[in-house]
C-alpha cells in the first residue's frame, strides 16, 4: 500500500524560508523520479520539482533558483527547501513519484501540507 506524508507547511512572511519534508511508503523508493507538485485555490495541481534516482533534479521556472528538492533513500524521505518565499507561492504542496503513482487507474496522492505565505 502506498502512503505519501507531507509535512513542514506553515505561515511564513515574504523572504522566508521553510523545509518541506516527505515519508514515502513506495516499493523500490530509491529507484523512482519524485516530485513535488502544488496547487493554489482554484488551479490545477502542478509539478514544481523533480529529482532522479541519482539525485539530478528540475524545476520549474517558477521556483528556480530559489527552491532546492533533495532526497534520503535510507529514509524513503524527499525534501524541498523553499527560500525567498512570495505570496504566489501559497498553495497546498504535495509530493509524488512522477508521473503520479497510480492505484486502481487513479493517482494517489498524501493529504499535502498548506504554505502560506503572507505578511
Known amino acids: 500500500q502506498v502512503q505519501l506524508v507531507e509535512s513542514g507547511g506553515g505561515l511564513v512572511q515574504p523572504g522566508g524560508s521553510l523545509r518541506l519534508s516527505c515519508a514515502a511508503s513506495?516499493?523500490?523508493?530509491?529507484?523512482?523520479?519524485m516530485g513535488w507538485y502544488r496547487q493554489a485555490p482554484g488551479t490545477q495541481r502542478d509539478l514544481i520539482a523533480r529529482?532522479?534516482?541519482?539525485?539530478?533534479?528540475n524545476y520549474g521556472d517558477s521556483v528556480k533558483g530559489r527552491f532546492t528538492i533533495s532526497r534520503d533513500n535510507d529514509k524513503n524521505t524527499v525534501y524541498l527547501q523553499m527560500d525567498n518565499l512570495k505570496p504566489e507561492d501559497t498553495a497546498v504542496y504535495f509530493c509524488?513519484?512522477?508521473?503520479?503513482?497510480?492505484?486502481?487507474?487513479?493517482?494517489?496522492w498524501g493529504q499535502g501540507t498548506q504554505v502560506t505565505v503572507s505578511s
Open positions: 513506495i516499493r523500490f523508493f530509491g529507484t523512482m523520479v
Open positions: 509524488n513519484t512522477h508521473p503520479p503513482y497510480i492505484v486502481g487507474n487513479r493517482p494517489t
Open positions: 529529482i532522479d534516482r541519482r539525485g539530478i533534479t
